[in-house]
């Protein structure tokens, strides 16, 4: 009798649990979320999971046949572009369908990096699900758009996982605490760093020539080409409920990647992939609402 109440009371907790349309690996590097997709009739495309994108990028390969539905227009160091706008018919990442997808057309030698141009999916996509990015078992699951967040968890992960958050302009912003000091934060999971802008920098005290800076190289994901880059880490980031300690971070706003952050006038914070890879964050755009995890 105990071993079948035993299992009642198992199957009566896992019925909390929402079933996901996809539940598919993260694949490649640690530094940025990739998974396989189908894509425009082509399988197994591997993508970055881009929540810092608007729309998605896929290269000339990808794009043939799709349909042209106007031009995005982008400035970047080396001029300004109109790169073809796309709009294609079916997305699918294992049980997962979206269609009529946004993409814009991307050709790497406009960004003047060399190397190919990965493909990208952005909100234009993830906002047609719940998004469960799951970095500490290395998984991407999708659930219904609209699904109720703490549903996607177990019971005992839902006290205090949500974070606030906003999605204005598909754009995830929320608040961290760094050292100790609170800041606007944006949640970009398709970025390789997680990077302080100078006003928060100048609030956690460095200095021009302060001796918490250090240089190291770095290989860029899209053309292979090591580059030296100023560094610091941070003695805690805490975003939600969950606290990360000593956390390596880009404190390089010299580089042209990094003038989003710039931008930027009141203490900010970047947050990428590096940062979310050893938890787990959920979000739903409809909702607009996001948990955050260990």
């Given at each position: 009798m105990r071993s079948f109440v035993a299992v009642i009371l198992l199957c009566?907790?896992?019925?909390?649990?929402?079933?996901?349309?996809?539940?598919?690996?993260l694949i490649g590097d640690a530094h940025?979320?990739?998974?396989?997709?189908?894509?425009?009739?082509?399988?197994?495309?591997q993508c970055i999971v881009d929540t810092g994108a608007t729309v998605g990028v896929i290269g000339r390969d990808i794009a043939d046949g799709a349909e042209r539905i106007g031009d995005s227009h982008v400035t970047t160091a080396n001029g300004d572009y109109a790169m073809p706008l796309l709009r294609i018919r079916d997305v699918v990442i294992g049980g997962a369908h979206a269609g009529d997808v946004e993409f814009v057309q991307r050709d790497a030698s406009w960004f003047g990096?060399?190397?190919?141009?990965?493909?990208?999916?952005?909100?234009?996509?993830?906002?047609?699900?719940?998004?469960?990015?799951?970095?500490?078992?290395?998984?991407?699951?999708?659930?219904?758009?609209?699904?109720?967040?703490?549903?996607?968890?177990?019971?005992?992960?839902?006290?205090?996982?949500?974070?606030?958050?906003?999605?204005d302009n598909d754009v995830i912003e929320t608040s961290a605490?760094?050292?100790?000091?609170?800041?606007?934060?944006?949640i970009d999971t398709g970025w390789g760093f997680v990077t302080p802008n100078d006003a928060l920098l100048d609030r956690l005290g460095y200095r021009r020539n302060d001796a918490r800076y250090f240089k190291?190289?770095?290989?860029?994901?899209?053309?292979?080409?090591i580059v030296s880059v100023r560094m610091t880490t941070l003695k805690s980031v805490q975003l939600g409920n969950v606290s990360a300690l000593n956390v390596l971070s880009?404190?390089?706003?010299?580089?042209?990647?990094?003038s989003i952050v710039g931008r930027r006038s009141d203490p900010y914070l970047q947050i990428g992939w590096p940062l979310l890879s050893d938890h787990r964050f959920i979000f739903d755009a409809r909702t607009r609402r996001a948990a955050f995890v260990p």
């Open positions: 009566a907790t896992n019925a909390f649990a929402a079933a996901p349309l996809a539940d598919v690996p940025r979320p990739r998974v396989a997709v189908d894509i425009n009739g082509h399988r197994g495309v990096h060399g190397g190919n141009a990965p493909c990208i999916l952005g909100m234009s996509f993830a906002r047609r699900f719940a998004i469960d990015l799951d970095g500490h078992a290395r998984r991407l699951r999708l659930f219904p758009a609209g699904s109720d967040i703490k549903s996607i968890l177990a019971p005992a992960q839902r006290a205090n996982a949500s974070i606030s958050v906003s999605f605490l760094v050292n100790g000091a609170h800041t606007a934060a944006r190291k190289n770095m290989q860029q994901s899209d053309s292979g080409r880009d404190a390089d706003q010299d580089r042209e990647a990094a």
